[in-house]
């Protein structure tokens, strides 16, 4: 299974082993993640499983430029959008994305 690394904002790390399929949000809110919400479900419709993917990982990416939907979402997260920012939700867990690492905003709501 692919390892998704996640930081929280005051630098503590877990690193999980994700099932493939299921998204970077969900493997959070599964195992209990503090830093992400979720609230909409995985609709890419609230925002608040904003996350900041590391710059060594950040060409993990590459080929998942973010669509219109989760473009667009990203303006409306409550911690500064950066270049590096992304849904959670919208990062289905592959192969490709093992080794992933994201950090978490100081707040999603």
């Given at each position: 299974m692919p390892k998704i690394?996640?930081?929280s904002a005051d630098r503590h790390s877990q690193t999980l082993d994700l099932p493939?399929?299921?998204t970077v949000m969900r493997g959070a809110v599964t195992n209990?993640?503090?830093g992400i919400v979720g609230q909409c479900g995985g609709q890419a419709q609230c925002a608040t499983c904003h996350v900041y993917v590391d710059a060594a990982t950040v060409d993990l990416l590459e080929a998942v430029a973010p669509d219109g939907e989760e473009d667009g979402m990203l303006d409306?997260?409550?911690c500064s959008r950066e270049p590096n920012s992304?849904?959670?939700c919208q990062l289905t867990v592959t192969d490709g994305l093992d080794g992933l690492i994201v950090h978490l905003p100081e707040r999603q709501d």
């Open positions: 690394t996640y930081v493939l399929g299921t209990d993640i503090d409306f997260t409550v992304r849904l959670s």
